[in-house]
């Protein structure tokens, strides 16, 4: 595999970006992450009853569904809402805010004839998540990560790979140093799944709630939201700066020799999450922004994927899935279908993948079962398993 592009005439002046906009400033934003969750606590209270209405009536709908039929590759999706709008769940301010996402049915991959597409799209299989779930809202930011980073003391790495030029990760990098000046809304990157699991963990144990990262088939249902198109928005690529963050004209001009789309999207590089329009479940920056990491080993084909929404996890766990992809690449890469690979070079730090960054989603299920859970403020008996 390539490593990427090569002989771009702007590299030299790329670690030094001049921006011309205004950078929100951090403590401001915090300050309103801070007064919006005083606000959803106050209106949306505890939400055990929501949770508890959401689950009996996924339930009820999935009861009076067919069988599930794994040869239905042309059928359209089927989703089993149990709310008309998006159930919102956050617990703390400090916390990624989650969008519950119903239980449903879709098929995952690409067809043959769908433009841009990879052998890895493929075979075109049929899965049912007969399971309500929790995911982020936005990928996990900066802030969010610093949070976690600064009441454990975790070491995050200082090195990875980035959209600076080399076929060795960049030292001196990690998610406080990127190469980009970023704002604490904006996604942490320079991630691994060695980081990524380190801080679902820490959510997990902070909230009492089980977290944790978004299989790949989670992934793209969530991504697609009802969408059998080749993007959660439709057909046109060319729509794309509407609707993610993506190599578009101010980063062609950044990185000349990049291919990119004909349009601006308002960004040369990363994004504040949440500045493009959300997806049909309520979701933002499902496609550009950065890559996230998912819970699967990476594989080459759809082979042996689980058709219940369970992570793949035969094949070569060295390497584990990405979906979303960054800001650096054109529409083709925000299709619902296309995965990537993320590459062990060392044994605790992994490389990004050539040209890029990596961000990661927080996923939620709901419980099966009550267990005793950690003790907080107020009394909550939720607990969830790692899979449906």
């Given amino acids: 595999m390539s490593r990427g592009w090569t002989g771009i005439s702007a590299l030299a002046t790329i670690a030094a970006f001049a921006f011309t906009a205004a950078r929100a400033d951090d403590a401001s934003i915090w300050k309103a992450r801070q007064a919006r969750f005083s606000a959803y606590a106050a209106k949306q209270g505890h939400p055990d009853a929501r949770i508890a209405r959401v689950k009996a009536q996924t339930a009820a709908l999935i009861a009076k569904a067919a069988p599930f039929d794994p040869a239905a590759i042309d059928k359209p999706p089927v989703i089993w809402r ?5 159930v919102a769940l956050w617990d703390g301010a400090d916390f990624p805010e989650m969008i519950v996402v119903p239980a449903g049915e879709y098929t995952m991959g690409s067809p043959d004839t769908e433009a841009g597409r990879a052998a890895n799209e493929s075979p075109r299989h049929r899965v049912r998540i007969g399971y309500s779930f929790a995911v982020g809202k936005y990928p996990v930011t900066k802030g969010e990560f610093a949070r976690f980073v600064a009441d454990t003391g975790f070491h995050p790495g ?3 790979f980035n959209f600076e030029p080399g076929d060795q990760p960049r030292p001196g ?18 991630m691994n799944e060695v980081n990524a699991q380190a801080y679902v963990n820490w959510l997990s144990r902070k909230t009492g709630h089980s977290y944790r990262l978004l299989s790949e088939s989670e992934y793209e249902y969530a991504a ?12 046109d690529a060319n729509a794309a700066c509407a609707y993610a963050n ?19 999207d308002g960004f040369a590089t990363f994004a504040p999450v949440g500045s493009f329009k959300p997806n049909a479940f309520g979701l933002y920056d499902m496609a550009g922004n950065a890559w996230s990491i998912v819970a699967d080993c990476w594989n080459p084909t759809y082979e042996r994927a689980p058709a219940d929404g369970a992570p793949n996890l035969s094949g070569p766990c060295a390497r584990r899935g990405l979906r979303g992809g960054p800001w650096l690449q054109n529409a083709t890469t925000f299709r619902s279908a296309p995965a990537r690979q993320l590459r062990r070079r060392r044994p605790l730090y992994r490389p990004r993948l050539p040209g890029s960054v990596d961000a990661l989603e927080a996923g939620r299920l709901f419980p099966k079962q009550a267990l005793s859970p950690i003790p907080r403020k107020p009394p909550d008996t939720r607990q969830f398993p790692p899979y449906g």
């Fill in 82 to 86: 149990a709310s008309a709008q998006p």
């Fill in 158 to 160: 200082d090195s990875c």
């Fill in 173 to 190: 990098r990690d998610f406080q140093k990127t190469g980009i000046d970023q704002t604490l809304d904006e996604p942490a990157v320079c």
């Fill in 224 to 235: 697609r939201a009802g969408a059998m198109t080749p993007f959660w928005w439709g057909d």
């Fill in 246 to 264: 993506g190599a578009d004209l101010a980063t062609k001009a950044l990185m000349p020799t990049r291919p990119a789309a004909s349009c601006r």
